[in-house]
């Protein structure tokens, strides 16, 4: 949401509408502020709850892989549809590693079985 206010902002409207205003400094607290707050929640989640974790995150980003296709396919300036691109590989790439390290992480709970390889 910070990266489409802040191009609403930069690029120039479609119509001969007055552009939006945009208060740079607020936008960019809300944004260091949520990172500070992210790292602190994520930092105190215990080991056992980081695969239901990841399963949220890779929900999440789902739902960025959707937004970025409209995006990437609409009737908007290049320079949003390649932003748009960009957030489609970046979402897509979250995706793909979330679920191989979750793969990781529950085979690492496995029992093994009597001939010493794991079920």
Request: cysteine-free; glycine content about 6%.
């Amino acid at each position: 949401m910070f990266l489409a206010v802040l191009l609403a902002s930069v690029v120039p409207p479609a119509s001969d509408a007055a552009p939006a205003q945009v208060d740079h400094v607020s936008l960019l607290f809300v944004l260091v502020l949520s990172t500070f707050i992210g790292i602190g929640v994520i930092a105190r989640v215990s080991r056992l709850l980081h695969t239901p974790l990841m399963s949220l995150t890779n929900a999440i980003s789902a739902i960025a892989v959707v937004g970025s296709i409209l995006v990437t396919g609409g009737d908007y300036p290049v320079t949003i549809r390649v932003l748009g691109a960009v957030a489609l590989f970046a979402s897509t790439t979250n995706i793909v590693s979330g679920f191989l390290i979750t793969d990781r992480m529950l085979r690492m709970f496995k029992q093994p079985t009597r001939d010493g390889t794991k079920r």
